[in-house]
C-alpha cells in the first residue's frame, strides 16, 4: 500500500509563490506516475501537473510557464512550485499516485488561497 502526504499549502498575495510537497511512504515501487490536481469550489477537480517515473512531464494550460512539477527520488518527494498565483489558482491541491495493478491513491488535499 502506497501513503501520501501533502504539505506547503496556505494563504498568499497574487502575483506571489508557494511550493506543494507530496511525500509518499510504502510500497513507492509500484508507483509509475505522481500527479497534482485541484478543485474549486463548486468545480470539479482538474489535473494541474503530472510526472512519470521516466521524468516526462504534462501541465494544464492554465499553468504552464508558472508552475513546475519535479521530484526528489532519494527524499519519495513530489513538489509542486506554484509562480505568478493568480485568484484563479485559488482550490485544494490534491497529490495522486499512480499505482500498478491497483487503485490510484489520494492525498488528503492542501489549501491554496490566492488573495489580497
Known amino acids: 500500500q502506497v501513503q501520501l502526504v501533502e504539505s506547503g499549502g496556505g494563504l498568499v498575495q497574487p502575483g506571489g509563490s508557494l511550493r506543494l510537497s507530496c511525500a509518499a511512504s510504502?510500497?513507492?515501487?509500484?508507483?509509475?506516475?505522481m500527479g497534482w490536481y485541484r478543485q474549486a469550489p463548486g468545480k470539479q477537480r482538474e489535473l494541474v501537473a503530472a510526472?512519470?517515473?521516466?521524468?516526462?512531464?504534462n501541465y494544464a494550460d492554465s499553468v504552464k510557464g508558472r508552475f513546475t512539477i519535479s521530484r526528489d527520488n532519494a527524499k519519495n518527494t513530489v513538489y509542486l512550485q506554484m509562480n505568478s498565483l493568480k485568484p484563479e489558482d485559488t482550490a485544494v491541491y490534491y497529490c495522486?499516485?499512480?499505482?500498478?495493478?491497483?487503485?490510484?491513491?489520494w492525498g488528503q488535499g492542501t489549501p491554496v488561497t490566492v488573495s489580497s
Open positions: 510526472i512519470t517515473s521516466g521524468g516526462s512531464t
Open positions: 495522486k499516485a499512480s499505482v500498478r495493478n491497483a487503485p490510484s491513491i
Open positions: 510504502g510500497n513507492i515501487f509500484s508507483i509509475y506516475a
